[in-house]
């Protein structure tokens, strides 16, 4: 690999285990599960927000759940900082 650098190639971003490259900020993640909510609102199929979205539907299953129990402030993520299994 170090030849490559040599070269001026770049290395793709690396990968999360989603697919996803570690560029992708919160701020977007939260902006994507807000989308996903609002397409939702407006009628849209799962299945059409998820292939717009590029995410899967146990994904918006799991942002939609916690949408409707509450409300926007189920779209952040949970902390972790005081989990006893950590």
């Given amino acids: ?48 927000i998820c292939l717009a979205l590029g995410r899967s539907e146990v994904w918006f299953r799991k942002w939609w759940r916690r949408y409707l129990e509450l409300g926007v402030e189920g779209l952040f993520d949970l902390t972790r900082a005081n989990d006893p299994t950590t």
Avoid: N, W, Y
């Fill in 1 to 48: 690999m170090p030849g490559s650098f040599r070269l001026g190639l770049k290395l793709p971003p690396s990968a999360t285990v989603g697919g996803r490259t570690m560029e992708v900020t919160m701020h977007d993640e939260f902006s994507a599960r807000q989308r996903a909510i609002t397409l939702r609102l407006a009628g849209r199929s799962v299945k059409g």
